[in-house]
Nanobody, 113 residues
Framework: VHLVQSGGGLVQAGASLRLYCAAS????????VNWYRQFREKEREPVAR????????IYADAVQGRFTISRDNAKNVVYLQMDNLKPEDTAVYYC???????WGQGTQVTVSS
């Protein structure tokens, strides 16, 4: 099973982006799913987490109120909606499901001031 990511890109501060994470050959519909990000030369850090049934969602303090994690079970896709982006959000973003050892391939998000 591979987690395939899309979305991301280069935007100006205050803009929005949506990241996508789809499971190829598997399902993410009933698993704990996470989004992480990695700044240059830093450790990967958690951004958002959704429980198996979607009832519990946790965000990092730095993105609380600006980012939204969601899932479409019918499409087998996990999203990360990112609003009011800031230059400090510039990083490579990764998705991860508890069910699979592999990470998504990573998506670059760059926010200019």
């Amino acid at each position: 099973v591979h987690l395939v990511q899309s979305g991301g890109g280069l935007v100006q501060a205050g803009a929005s982006l949506r990241l996508y994470c789809a499971a190829s050959g598997g399902s993410v519909s009933m698993s704990v799913v996470n989004w992480y990000r990695q700044f240059r030369e830093k450790e990967r850090e958690p951004v958002a987490r959704m429980s198996r049934d979607g009832s519990t969602i946790i965000y990092a303090d730095a993105v609380q109120g600006r980012f939204t994690i969601s899932r479409d079970n019918a499409k087998n896709v996990v999203y990360l909606q990112m609003d009011n982006l800031k230059p400090e959000d510039t990083a490579v973003y990764y998705c991860k499901s508890e069910l699979y050892s592999d990470w998504g391939q990573g998506t670059q998000v760059t926010v200019s001031s």
